[in-house]
């Protein structure tokens, strides 16, 4: 059974920047597009980024040209480098893989806040 990991969260003020992580253990999943999503408060799941196994990338518009998606498939993680964040980034992150989906993790609670 894959477990799937989130960390790196935080309280940030606008501006600044956070590196998420997901660490996935129990198999491995280089060869599967992993996708980062998020979920604000009273909002549905969305699509955030998305790295394919060989590497190539996607942005939603809201994120293109802040967050940046990366993998170490010899970790078994991906990353999502975040700067430049706004108040509208709030939300709890996740990462899956896109076609049947892992088990959820719990996700990581990312605040943007002055």
């Known amino acids: 059974q894959v477990q799937l990991v989130e960390s790196g969260g935080g309280l940030v003020q606008p501006g600044g920047s956070l590196r998420l992580s997901c660490a996935a253990s129990?198999?491995?999943?280089?060869?599967?597009?992993m996708d980062w999503y998020r979920q604000a408060p009273g909002k549905q799941r969305e699509l955030v980024a998305t790295i394919t196994g060989i590497g190539g990338t996607s942005y939603v518009p809201a994120v293109e040209g802040r967050f940046t998606i990366s993998r170490d498939n010899a970790k078994n993680t991906v990353y999502l480098q975040m700067n430049s964040l706004k108040p509208e980034d709030t939300a709890v992150y996740y990462c899956?893989?896109?076609?049947?989906?892992?088990?959820w993790g719990q996700g990581t609670q990312v605040t943007v806040s002055s």
């Open positions: 899956n893989r896109l076609g049947p989906p892992y088990p």
């Open positions: 129990g198999s491995s999943f280089s060869s599967y597009t």
